[in-house]
């Protein structure tokens, strides 16, 4: 298994990928250092597998969606809980600001895992590059566009919450029902919270777009980073 420099090394050697996108590509290899996520999925799940010997490609691939489909309605529930359970206890504490903070960080990890999806070259299956890959790939395929696209639509839930939190920590008399309506309208560009600060209101709606350009791309024609191959198809259909 490759490490995140090695693949930022196949990268450049290629010399396949130029200007921007290459930056822009090694930069988001670079932040997977930092990522909770990526260290579960391409460190420590593939150091556990390897010492059970586990080579069957079927059941790493089973072990990896599990982890990540646990991982991302973890982040879910968690949003949930400090919106509607934590944050109004710990207004105007120390303890609201780390609760940000960690939220912030959770954006964090879904925008570098839709960005690893769609910007970095991909391998043709999971797990070792074969020699028949593009010399330039190195990320992992996604194992189906269905799955995808549900991820996808809890990554929608997942930042309409997040904002909500960051507008009930500005506004403090929001409820979080209300927080979270507001949230919602930002998102539907149909109205924004009073009393919120200009800067979150647009980085909600500059993050709306990119997700939704995500989904719009993973549903014209089935095809790019989310489509399915020939002989890619786990579990069958």
């Not at 059970?52 to 691939?61: E, F, I, L, N, Q």
């Amino acid at each position: 298994m490759r490490t995140w420099r090695q693949k930022i090394r196949d990268l450049w050697k290629a010399d396949q990928i130029h200007g921007i996108e290459l930056v822009f590509d090694t930069i988001v290899l670079a932040l997977r250092y930092v990522s909770i996520s990526y260290w579960a999925k391409d460190r420590w799940l593939n150091e556990y597998l390897n010492r059970r010997r586990t080579s069957d490609a079927r059941y790493r691939r089973i072990w990896r969606d599990n982890l990540i489909d646990t991982y991302c309605l973890l982040q879910l529930f968690a949003l949930w809980a400090v919106l509607f359970l934590f944050l109004q206890p710990l207004q105007g504490t120390w303890g609201a600001n780390i609760l940000c903070f960690l939220v912030g960080y959770i954006l964090f990890e879904i925008y570098l895992n839709l960005f690893s999806i769609f910007f970095l070259p991909r391998q043709k299956e999971i797990g070792t590059p074969k020699l028949s890959d593009n010399p330039s790939a190195v990320n992992e395929p996604s194992t189906s566009v269905e799955r995808s696209i549900l991820l996808l639509f809890v990554n929608v839930l997942q930042i309409a919450l997040a904002f909500a939190i960051f507008y009930k920590k500005s506004i403090p008399g929001l409820t979080p029902s209300d927080a979270f309506s507001a949230a919602v309208f930002v998102f539907g560009t149909v109205g924004t919270p009073n009393g919120a600060p200009p800067v979150l209101v647009g980085l909600q709606i500059f993050l709306d777009f990119l997700l939704v350009a995500s989904i719009l791309a993973s549903f014209v024609g089935q095809a790019g980073p989310f489509a399915k191959k020939p002989d890619n198809l786990w579990p069958p259909q």
